[in-house]
């Protein structure tokens, strides 16, 4: 099993900056891939980034490339999501997710993650 915790979360206005970050536990070394996606009201979830333990390889949804950041600490276990240029849009609350196999491929659906955190709140005003 792998625990995920995301925190960071908040209120702020359109133009600010954001770090969400995620804390992976438990069985981390069978963990291969970490994504964030994001779900807002009366929406389905939806990819924002992720990346690869080994290696840091990283893919972003075209809707945050150029204003989102995804890193990891490995000797952490901590996984980040930096939000610069925030706009309303990117109102939701924010998921990590690990994936434990990996074959070479960007993975970017909900279906293909096994572990999730409780999600943490972004709220973006205008």
């Known amino acids: 099993q792998v625990q995920l915790v995301e925190s960071g979360g908040g209120l702020v206005q359109a133009g600010d900056s954001l770090r969400l970050s995620c804390a992976a536990s438990?069985?981390?070394?069978?963990?291969?891939?970490m994504g964030w996606f994001r779900q807002a009201p009366g929406k389905e979830r939806e990819f924002v980034a992720t990346?690869?333990?080994?290696?840091?390889?990283?893919y972003y949804a075209d809707s945050v490339k150029g204003r989102f950041t995804i890193s990891r600490d490995n000797a952490k276990r901590l996984v980040f999501l930096r939000m610069n240029s925030l706009k309303p849009e990117d109102t939701a609350v924010y998921y990590c997710?690990?994936?434990?196999?990996?074959?070479?491929?960007?993975?970017?659906?909900?279906?293909?993650?096994?572990?999730w955190g409780q999600g943490t709140q972004v709220t973006v005003s205008s």
């Open positions: 438990g069985r981390t070394f069978s963990s291969s891939v």
């Open positions: 990346i690869r333990w080994s290696g840091g390889g990283t």
């Open positions: 997710a690990a994936r434990t196999r990996y074959d070479s491929r960007w993975y970017l659906r909900v279906d293909e993650y096994d572990y």
